[in-house]
């Protein structure tokens, strides 16, 4: 699996984690939290890319047979 997928799913899990502290009144989370969010936005863009290389990648070589 993509090291860009686990990124996502160990910021996803911090997110929750640090905005449940926020919730529950602890400010500094929601710092935290952002951090998260942003590590997921970046996580999520390149992943993006993989997927797009590796469609067209296929694209090109069925159409190269």
């Known amino acids: 699996m993509s090291t860009h997928v686990e990124s996502l799913k160990s910021a996803f899990e911090t997110f929750l984690e640090e905005n449940e502290k926020f919730e ?4 500094a989370a ?3 939290a952002r951090k998260a969010l942003q590590e997921m936005t970046k996580a999520a863009k390149e992943r993006r890319k993989e997927i797009t290389d590796t469609k067209n990648a296929r694209k090109n070589a069925a159409v190269s047979q």
């Open 24 to 27: 529950n009144g602890n400010g």
């Open 30 to 32: 929601g710092t935290r």
